[in-house]
């Protein structure tokens, strides 16, 4: 049996839907910023249970608008080290500097006691990533910690669509969120993003700056240093066609999480993070720990070769403060060396190491993410943990070279 990395669920009537909106967008000539833009936001507002939802094309630049739109400019933003780069760089192309900080391997989610060490005088945001979808208890420290230090809390939601902690949903739980629809997410719309949040000024400054700063109270003249983060038509109907499949997609994660959970109890060599108490997620990773002495790429080359099953990506293998773009750019973007030193503000730092990163660093080597995406039979779901079974042992440090795949 092949477990493939990934399936992207478009079935019979997902199809004929767009087919025949396709034909409509077409038809109505309103290619950019029209009815089904309006419908997707409006269903998005709905799903996640904010005043405000605008459509962009990408996370990325959905947490450029929402940086751009709070004025956090020429300062410094505290992002988690153990994240995809684009929730730095996000914050360097609105004209920050970025500063790393530690996650807690038990919530992969930035540690506030390690948060509140690195914050500095020219701080003014921070951005909480909800790594595989899990958000962390914590948040209401993280969010009081914030609030006494006259921080902005964003979210960066581009794991998160649907989930919630105590019932209040991710992109509701700071002052804006930033959503994906890129083609992993539990969402795809092949590439799109989305703002949400409760905040009418920052809505108000989003939408004018996702379209090149047009303001229109004033004609559409331009007001703002704005951008073309415009969604197409044909992406926002595609858009719109997955807030109606969602409940189905979340649900079919849940159930092959809750497989893993119940199966997993008995095989040796990997435990399963546990979420913590009053989350529910919708699994855009089935995070699991291995035991110490597995060999993680020993044993996914082992899952791949000897059993065809392929493991998702990580999140994350590497962190961000040792991509080697750093070796090139300071953390505010700009390049290092003799050529341009960076004078930005006096003694800001940019140019420093990061520091040290004992949560992340356990994160990023010691876990792996099972497959879990729609569409995955109950058959399948069995044979990954068969495998995992098989090949847990063969790829522990002392297994015999016979059985360790090479
Ligand atoms: C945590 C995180 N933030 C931001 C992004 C950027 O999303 P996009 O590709 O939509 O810009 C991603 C995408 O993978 C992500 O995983």
Known sequence: MRIPVLRIPFDGDDRRFLQEGWEGVLDSGQLTLSKHTQEFEEAFREFSGTKYAVAVNSATAALEVILRALDVQDASVIVPTNTFLATALAAVHAGNRVIFADSDPATLALDPDDVARRITPDTRAVILVHIGGVITPRIAELKALCDERGLHLIEDCAHAHGCSIDGRMAGSLGVAGAFSFFPTKVLTTGEGGMVTTDDERVYNRVRMLRNQGKNPDLGNRISEVGHNFRMSELTALVGVQQMRAAPRLIEER?????????????????????????????????????????????????????????????????????????????YCGRLRGERVACTRWPGCGCGEPAGDFPGARRISERHVCLPVYPGLGEDELAYVVESLSAALPASRVDAPASERSR
């Open 254 to 330: 849940r159930r092959a999480a809750a497989f893993y959970d119940a199966a997993l109890g008995a095989v040796e060599g990997i435990t399963p993070l546990p979420l913590p108490e009053g989350v529910e997620s919708s699994y855009y990773k089935y995070v699991a720990y291995l035991d110490p002495d597995i060999d993680r790429a020993a044993l996914k080359r082992t899952l791949r070769e000897r059993y065809e099953v392929a493991l998702t990506g990580e999140v994350y293998a590497e962190l961000c403060h040792e991509e080697p773009l750093w070796e090139r750019y300071t």
